[in-house]
């Protein structure tokens, strides 16, 4: 989109010399004589930059500063005055001009001021877009996205949030699975009551059922007292049970029971204990492999998954990064930090196999150690910068100079990228940038099986 220029000068021949270089350079100028004329212009054609002489009989550069100012506070204005007269475009600097240059005008030096005045207004606006697109999410004020497969997922969550349904999130490890299981519960009928959450791979297998159902006194070394489980203290609420396909065998009948029966049973205890608890489950591992390799109980698996709800990777989003950048930047005390458009496309480029958790912490760093308030690509982390400086020729492997046969290289990079999406297809195939099904003929093409699989 051509960006439009106003010039305001009293003297004609330097106005049309400006207009001149200035349409060269692609722009469209609109022109004007007078302070006064020029201010008619402006609330008429609301250009995007202004550009006016301080000195003029009639209305002067500084009063068409303030009234531009007062009327768009967001215009940037620069000022043009005399060599012998800077300390006054200081002043104007001072009242809100974002720049001036002097007369006798050098062509580079106007072009690189009006250049890097144009960047920061668009920067400002893409800042104030997405701050306004942040605010108008408040039923997922934690949960940042407007790319299509997010809104796929707010979709979702709204449909099944208000019904007794369990559900098992999937996605990638930092996904963000636990704040859709809050929104989940606070989009709910069960606001009111707690959501507890719980790592099921972070407890001990041996204090795992303690840790859920509770126990009495005395049922082992150390249970000094009755100690309530998760599961009563949720009464009413929402359970999350993060990591779940790390769920011991020995403990999935129990947890079946209490999705089948809606009670609990201490450890130690005789006694059974009603409870009304709604159930969000979460694994970033492949479930289905886990209940093929019998890892996982098969009729757990579909209790759990009554509503499957699938998170996408950082990568599928990338869009959404924009807007993930200002949350994050907000977050850590600077909502006034911009990024500049080079900066997003390196984002943009690298794979975060972190996803959102590794974006916001790299984020967090980049504030507490930044040093102005636009964020240049020379502000981003090494690994990111060197991820752009090969982009598009990245040695994957290194070839024997007898040759190498394109099958048995074919079959590593698949079983490779298996591994490091813990043998999950579906990160697998996104990894690797080819559909799940293509990935799915590739392994049965050259027999590849999980290790955890029974044989």
């Not at 003297?11 to 400006?18: K, Q």
Request: charged letters at 30%.
């Amino acid at each position: 989109m051509t960006k439009r220029i106003l010039v305001i000068d009293d003297d004609n021949s330097f106005r049309r010399v400006l207009e001149y270089n200035l349409q060269e350079e692609g722009y469209e100028v609109l022109s004007a004589s007078s302070g006064e004329d020029g201010l008619v212009l402006f609330e008429e054609q609301h250009p995007e930059l202004v550009i006016t002489d301080m000195k003029m009989s009639g209305i002067s550069g500084f009063d068409v500063l303030k009234a531009v100012k007062k009327q768009s506070p967001d215009t940037l204005v620069i000022i043009i005055t005399a060599f012998g007269a800077v300390d006054k475009a200081v002043k104007a600097m001072k009242l809100g001009a974002y720049d001036y240059v002097t007369k006798p005008m050098n062509r580079d030096e106007l072009k690189l001021v009006v250049q890097k005045a144009l960047q920061l207004s668009n920067l400002s606006t893409e800042n104030k877009d997405l701050k306004q697109r942040l605010e108008n999410r408040d039923e997922f004020k934690n949960i940042i996205g407007i790319s299509e497969a997010m809104t796929e997922v707010f979709s979702l969550v709204r449909k099944v949030a208000d019904t007794e349904a369990t559900i098992l999130i999937t996605g990638e490890s930092g996904t963000g699975k636990e704040l859709v299981a809050r929104a989940i519960h606070e989009q709910s009928s069960r606001r009111g009551s707690r959501f507890i959450a719980i790592n099921c791979a972070a407890i001990p297998g041996n204090l795992l059922e303690s840790e859920l159902f509770g126990h009495v006194k005395g049922a082992f070394t150390g249970a000094i007292r009755d100690q309530q489980g998760k599961f009563q203290q949720a009464d009413g609420g929402t359970i999350f049970l993060d990591e779940v396909c790390d769920l011991p065998l020995e403990m999935q009948p129990k947890l079946l029971r209490v999705l089948q029966e809606k009670e609990v049973e201490q450890v130690g205890g005789a006694i059974t204990q009603k409870i009304d608890v709604r159930i969000v489950a979460a694994t970033n591992l492949d479930i289905e492999d886990a209940v093929a390799a019998g890892r996982f109980r098969e009729d757990l698996y579909y209790r759990l998954s009554v509503i499957p709800l699938h998170l996408p990777s950082l990568r599928e989003r990338q869009e959404d990064i924009p807007l993930l950048l200002r949350h994050f930047a907000a977050k850590a005390g600077c909502p006034h930090v911009v990024f500049a458009k080079e900066t997003l496309e390196a984002l943009r480029a690298y794979p975060w196999p972190g996803n959102v958790r590794e974006l916001e912490n790299m984020v967090t760093r980049m504030m507490i150690l930044r040093e102005k308030d636009i964020i240049g690509i020379d502000d981003l982390p090494k690994k990111i910068l060197m991820q752009q400086k090969h982009e598009g020729q990245t040695v994957v492997v290194d070839l024997p100079p007898e040759g190498y046969s394109l099958e048995q290289l074919e079959r590593e990079i698949v079983t490779k990228a298996l591994e490091q999406n813990n043998w999950n297809k579906s990160a697998a195939a996104t990894f690797l940038k080819i559909p799940r099904h293509v990935l799915l003929y590739r392994l049965e093409k050259y027999g590849i099986v999980s290790p955890f699989k029974k044989q």
